[in-house]
């Protein structure tokens, strides 16, 4: 694998109105091989965990869910697109969707921080 997430934190810099994830969103990626998991919280999300796997390129492909303030649990779909910003960080462009609630669709974006920032 060329990308590593492992150890990397990502926030969320522009999402959908039919999504819940917002900039008070973060990101926490583990990896191992092809294996990405993440654990995500703030804004309206209470605790959330996504499952998948990294493609050769470094695109992802997963599912998440996670518990939102509102009481209620959500599961969706998404696959995401790396772009590596001129500094070196990765920013994935995402596709989703929501497989309760509307199930509706969007399109959101993530960018790694420095820990330092977070």
């Given at each position: 694998?060329?990308?590593k997430?492992?150890g990397?934190?990502?926030q969320?810099?522009?999402n959908?109105v039919?999504?819940?994830v917002?900039s008070?969103t973060?990101f926490?990626?583990h990896?191992?091989?092809e294996?990405?998991t993440?654990?995500y919280?703030?804004?309206?999300?209470?605790?959330?965990h996504?499952l998948?796997?990294?493609?050769?390129?470094?695109?992802?492909?997963?599912?998440?869910?996670?518990?939102n303030?509102?009481?209620?649990?959500?599961?969706?779909?998404c696959?995401s697109?790396?772009?590596?910003?001129?500094?070196?960080?990765l920013k994935?462009?995402?596709?989703?969707q929501?497989?309760?609630?509307?199930?509706?669709?969007?399109t959101?974006?993530?960018?790694?921080?420095?820990?330092?920032?977070y």
């Amino acid at each position: 694998m060329k990308y590593k997430l492992e150890g990397k934190t990502f926030q969320s810099i522009e999402n959908m109105v039919n999504g819940e994830v917002s900039s008070d969103t973060f990101f926490h990626y583990h990896q191992s091989g092809e294996l990405i998991t993440a654990d995500y919280s703030g804004g309206k999300i209470v605790q959330g965990h996504l499952l998948g796997k990294m493609l050769d390129n470094g695109d992802l492909t997963f599912s998440y869910h996670h518990l939102n303030t509102d009481g209620e649990l959500m599961f969706g779909k998404c696959t995401s697109s790396l772009e590596v910003l001129p500094d070196g960080r990765l920013k994935y462009i995402e596709q989703w969707q929501w497989l309760t609630g509307d199930r509706s669709q969007g399109t959101s974006q993530i960018v790694e921080i420095n820990s330092k920032d977070y």
